[in-house]
């Protein structure tokens, strides 16, 4: 794989960190408590999404099959995004 192709990877992993705030600025968000989920869940999906793309940057250039690179990419996305839905509050 490219270094180029790489970084776009491990750029793009570590910038899912900072769905939360997206998705906050437009889907309405409930009340009260919701401002220390947001303090916890920003932060773990930044630290989250930084450690993949290091493993993507770092990791994945040594696997010799193209097809197990591609799947784990694809689980390190598909993890943080259903982590974000997951854990964002909802109205």
Do not use: D, E, W
């Not at 793009?12 to 009260?32: A, D, E, N, R, W």
């Not at 994945?60 to 964002?88: E, Q, V, W």
Request: charged fraction near 15%; hydrophobic fraction near 55%; aromatic fraction near 16%.
């Amino acid at each position: 794989m490219k270094k180029s192709i790489r970084r776009v990877h491990a750029f793009s992993l570590f910038s899912c960190g900072f769905l939360t705030l997206l998705m906050s600025k437009t889907i309405p968000v409930q009340g009260g408590g919701v401002s220390l989920i947001f303090v916890l869940t920003i932060p773990f999906f930044i630290i989250v999404g930084g450690i993949f793309g290091i493993i993507s940057f770092y990791g994945l250039k040594n696997r010799k099959r193209k097809n197990i690179r591609i799947l784990l990419l694809l689980y390190f996305y598909l993890s943080l995004l259903i982590g974000t839905i997951l854990m964002f509050p909802f109205k």
